[in-house]
C-alpha cells in the first residue's frame, strides 16, 4: 500500500490550508487513518486520526483548527487547517494502520509565514 501525502506550501498566518493523502488502494478496510507533523528539531508530533466509524481525535494544539476526514470512494484522507500559526510549520506525515500493519505516506512541507 502507498500513501501520497500532498496539498502542502506556503501561507500565511491566519491562513487555511487542505492536505490530502491518496492511497493506492482502497481505505475502507483501514480501521485508523491520520496525520502526524514534524517540526524542525522536533519529534514526531501525532496531530489527528479518524477510525473507520467516523470518530475522529486531536491533539490540543490543533483542536478547534484542523478537521481531518476521509472518503473512501475517492480512497482519500484529508486535514483541514484552519487558523495556522508558524507553530505549524512541520513536515505533515500521513499514516494507515491495517490489522498489524502500519503504512505512512512521504510527507508535505507546509510553512506558516508570519
Known amino acids: 500500500v502507498q500513501l501520497q501525502a500532498s496539498g502542502g506550501g506556503l501561507v500565511q498566518a491566519g491562513g487555511s490550508q487542505r492536505l490530502s493523502c491518496t492511497a493506492s488502494?482502497?481505505?475502507?478496510?483501514?480501521?485508523?487513518m491520520g496525520w502526524y507533523r514534524q517540526a524542525p528539531g522536533k519529534e514526531r508530533e501525532w496531530v489527528a486520526r479518524?477510525?473507520?466509524?467516523?470518530?475522529?481525535d486531536y491533539a490540543d494544539s490543533v483542536k478547534g483548527r484542523f478537521t481531518v476526514s476521509r472518503d473512501n470512494a475517492k480512497n482519500s484522507l484529508f486535514l483541514q487547517m484552519n487558523s495556522l500559526s508558524p507553530e505549524d510549520t512541520a513536515v505533515y506525515y500521513c499514516?494507515?494502520?491495517?490489522?498489524?500493519?502500519?503504512?505512512w505516506g512521504q510527507g508535505t512541507q507546509v510553512t506558516v509565514s508570519s
Open positions: 499514516y494507515a494502520f491495517l490489522g498489524s500493519l502500519d503504512y
Open positions: 488502494r482502497r481505505i475502507f478496510s483501514f480501521k485508523i
Open positions: 479518524i477510525i473507520a466509524s467516523g470518530t475522529t
